[in-house]
């Protein structure tokens, strides 16, 4: 395994990164120099990166207990962390435990003990409670999201945790907030708080109001949707229930979308993010819940369908679109009667009578009954289907590969021949099912 640890230049040429922003220079430099620290900067400036470079140059290629443990608020956040970290190709195994699957998946993840561990507060306690590995060679504890997981209510969780960890020498916590209380059992002794809640020099982000005559706002959505055009974006909605509104209202109007709210099945709320990753849903349809951490791209636009009630997931729905230098708008749908509040304010309004040019669903998702654990990689599919399936480079979209299966963007006219051709076919040495998602 040793000629796989990679510096941090080999790291960012692998991740096609050129270079990092200032937030992330400035975390990895204090982060290695620091026994404590805290990074405030908003949704989606790549506070993942800023830790894990120098979290890798903390951790021992010998040891083969846990060095570091990772602690998130959500399933989906502990994913894209693994994601994160097995594509910077270290060398070092990571492993992700979360509420929501089988315990049993768990155990065999870790049976063999990786250097990394990532996990909810209420999984990671399970484990610990179990005694299922030695907590003795964790030295680095890293709380991400550290707000939301205060919010979501897990600071007792957090507090057994931190309680059985003897040997941490090195603390890490990040927020996307500023109004963050870090309770005493985290032990953060003066920590270097490194700030850039208040860089807003880069956005170039536009808010605009769109004015709807009905108090039910579906058709003016509708209308905005056309009006934008095909371009991804987001959708925010405050109750599960409005989410399930508009998008029957979508679905009846043929505008391919994907949902995403707490009140999902693990399962179905990674594929929704699978989906609309990849192209197959134009729009995502969310609760806030989707404003922090999980990994989707950069959108050049998402819509308040439902006003948020405070500043804050205001803040973080549209820290969605307009990251770093980007441009991206933020539409809010407001009845005509209705007052905004007080943190939204002075926006200017527009007519979105004209319709952009509609282009119909290109993409559609496959999914594969085979992943890493049993030794295929993106190499091996991208050949099934160019070999068996026939199609070329420019009909095979995103390749997502997971533990124990695959999704693959392939064009929409081809879904139901592909399917026909690949479905109980061999990939490696297993017999693989291909169905459409």
């Known amino acids: 395994m ?16 050129h270079a990092l922003n200032p937030m992330q220079e400035e975390a990895v430099s204090v982060i290695e120099t620091t026994t404590n620290s805290i990074i405030l900067s908003p949704t989606g400036t ?22 570091a443990l990772i602690l998130v608020p959500s399933r989906e956040l502990a994913i894209q962390i693994e994601q994160v970290i097995r594509s910077m190709g270290s060398g070092y195994k990571v492993n992700a435990v979360y509420g929501g699957r089988p315990m049993s998946k768990d155990k065999i993840e870790i049976k063999h003990n990786p250097a990394i561990l990532i996990g909810t507060p209420g999984r990671i306690l399970d484990h610990f409670d179990s005694e299922r590995f030695s907590k003795a060679s964790i030295k680095t504890l890293i709380l991400d999201e550290f707000d939301k997981s205060l919010e979501d209510g897990f600071e007792e969780e957090m507090k ?36 850039y809640l208040k860089e807003k020099k880069g956005s170039k982000l536009v808010i605009k109001t769109v004015v709807s005559p009905d108090k039910n706002k579906l058709k003016t959505l509708l209308q905005l949707v056309q009006h934008i055009g095909n371009e991804p974006g987001i959708i925010f909605c405050n109750l599960r229930d409005s989410i399930n509104e508009v998008s029957r209202f979508l679905k009846r109007n043929k505008i391919s979308h994907a949902c995403f709210s707490g009140g999902m099945e693990q399962k179905d709320r990674e594929r929704a993010l699978i989906k609309f ?35 804050e997931e205001f ?86 590969l997971k533990p124990d299966c695959a999704f693959v963007a392939i064009p929409l006219t081809m879904a139901n021949e592909l399917v026909e051709k690949l479905n109980n076919t061999r990939l490696k040495k297993k017999k693989v099912r291909v169905t459409i998602l």
Do not use: C
Request: hydrophobic share 40%; net charge positive.
């Open 2 to 17: 040793a000629n796989s640890i990679k510096n941090q230049q080999d790291i960012l040429a692998k991740l096609n990164i």
């Open 46 to 67: 790549g506070k993942t990166l800023a830790f894990s470079l120098p979290l890798l140059k903390t951790l021992n290629l010998e040891s083969k207990d846990i060095q």
């Open 160 to 195: 057994g945790i931190i309680t059985q960890l003897p040997s941490v020498n090195k603390r890490i916590l990040t927020s996307a907030t500023q109004a963050v209380k870090v309770p005493g059992f985290v032990r953060l002794d003066k920590p270097i708080i490194i700030n």
């Open 277 to 311: 990753r990849n192209g197959t849903s134009q729009i995502l349809i969310a609760t806030d819940l989707a404003a922090r951490g999980i990994d989707i791209p950069e959108m050049n636009y998402i819509i308040h369908y439902e006003l948020p009630r405070h500043e």
């Open 315 to 400: 803040i973080h729905r549209n820290g969605r679109t307009a990251r770093v230098n980007a441009k991206g708008t933020a539409y809010v749908i407001k009845w005509e009667n209705q007052l905004l509040p007080e943190f939204i304010q002075n926006v200017k309004g527009i007519n979105i009578s004209k319709k952009a040019l509609h282009k119909p669903q290109y993409w559609e998702t496959l999914f594969i009954s085979g992943g890493r654990k049993d030794k295929i990689s993106k190499g091996d599919i991208a050949g099934l289907f160019f070999k068996q399936g026939g199609i070329n480079k420019d009909q095979l979209g995103t390749i997502e």
